[in-house]
């Protein structure tokens, strides 16, 4: 089977940290987040795997090599001379797509879910129309595509990109899966599979909605990113995975939901949780606070530091008795110096912070 998925540009809204890596690469619970997917891919039976990238893919490319082998897998990277949208990218890898008559998946890059593949081919194959669209229930849409079926069926009558006026909640999840056929609907040129491919299937009744049962987040902001990360864990909680740490084992953790890589370093004064992931070579001082965050490779949060809803990215270090809180994120390798209240900020890779930052 094959799959592919939108990856895109160079990730603005999760800057500071797609300055240092391309947003598929940014690790979302200790695992780059292009590897969720693919993974999850992969146990469906995908053996042919298309990055659609509008960027020189090199850091990329040399990731995913061990990637391809680890799984036996072909990944191929379809570059975009310019950027195509959402639909062209589908009309540019046309050979791998249409290669033969099995129906293909679909991915917007910055999504997280359980991914239940299996399931969404199974509904697929069993309507026999043209396309499918993941779908799922949000409270404010209008910062999405909304899809509304036919009364009590999965047929869907409309679909209406990021609308002024409220359509309904159930969103477009961005997982798609099509027949090769809709490939003749598609032409090589900038497009959206949002605003001109899906009103046409739609209109032709060949399109449904499958509803995604679960957690749903689009990940690509960092707001977004960190409650997409505390739904991420409390489905880890929910379904009693090993990738969580042991709070019998290990006394700093408090309220659960949280994953700390085997070679992080926590002090066991420290007090973790809940909501937190620390990454590998990670060091965290006596009596630091953790709540709500991500601390990411070899970061380094020094005594009695206090952290909330934000991102230490690789490399940074927090002083000691700092307060770092609200949405703030640290790029690569910044220090921020000793007893400093960091507030709301954005932090450029390898940048000191030495005065109060609000
Ligand atoms: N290759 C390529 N080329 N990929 C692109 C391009 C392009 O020119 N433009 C966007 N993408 C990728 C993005 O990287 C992302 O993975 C996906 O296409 C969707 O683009 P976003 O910019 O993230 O769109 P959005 O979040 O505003 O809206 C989309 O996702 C929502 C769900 O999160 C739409 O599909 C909505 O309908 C949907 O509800
Ligand atoms: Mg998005």
Redesign the pocket.
């Known amino acids: 089977m094959k799959a592919l ?5 160079f ?1 603005t809204r999760l800057r500071p940290l797609t300055l240092t890596l391309p ?1 598929p690469l940014v690790e979302f619970c200790n695992k780059a987040m292009i590897l969720h997917q693919i993974e999850s891919l992969v146990k469906a039976g995908v053996t042919d795997v298309v990055l ?3 960027y020189r893919p090199e850091v990329m490319v040399a990731v995913l090599k061990e990637t391809e082998e680890q799984y036996g897998i072909n990944i191929t990277f ?1 570059v ?1 001379t310019e ?4 639909a ?2 589908l009309a540019l890898a046309r050979d791998i797509l249409g290669k033969d008559d099995t129906p293909f998946f679909v ?5 997280t879910c359980t991914y239940p593949f299996e399931q969404f081919r199974d509904f697929h194959i069993a309507h026999g129309c043209e396309g499918s669209i993941m779908v799922t229930k949000v409270a404010e849409p209008s ?3 909304v899809v509304v079926t036919k009364p009590g069926s999965s047929i869907i009558d409309r679909f209406v ?2 609308p002024v006026e409220f359509v309904g909640n159930r ?4 997982i798609y899966m099509f027949n090769p056929s809709v490939l003749d609907r598609i032409e090589l040129r ?1 497009t959206s ?2 605003k001109e491919v899906f009103p046409a299937v739609a209109a032709d009744h060949q399109l449904h909605a499958y509803d995604l049962q679960g957690f749903w987040m ?1 990940v ?1 902001q960092p707001k977004d990113y960190l409650s997409g990360t505390c739904l991420y864990l409390s489905h880890l909680t929910a379904t009693r995975s090993p990738l969580l740490t042991d709070p019998s084992q290990n006394k700093w953790v408090y309220g659960g939901n949280v994953m700390v890589d085997p070679t992080a370093e926590i002090d066991p004064t420290a007090l973790i949780g809940p909501n937190v992931v620390i990454g590998p070579g990670a060091k965290i001082g006596p009596g630091v606070r953790l709540q709500r965050c991500v601390v990411m490779n070899n970061a380094n949060i020094r005594d009695h530091a206090w952290i909330m809803s934000s991102i230490i990215g690789w490399n940074s270090t927090v002083g000691r008795w700092c307060r770092v809180e609200n949405i703030t994120v640290l790029g690569d390798d910044v220090s921020i110096k000793d007893e400093l209240y960091v507030n709301g900020a954005s932090v450029l890779p390898h940048k000191s912070v030495s005065a109060r930052l609000q």
């Open positions: 998925i939108l990856v895109g540009g990730g947003k659609a990238v509008n379809s975009e950027p195509l949208g959402t062209g990218p991915l917007n890059s910055d999504v910062a999405y595509g990109e990021k969103i477009n999840a961005g900038p599979i949002e689009d690509g």
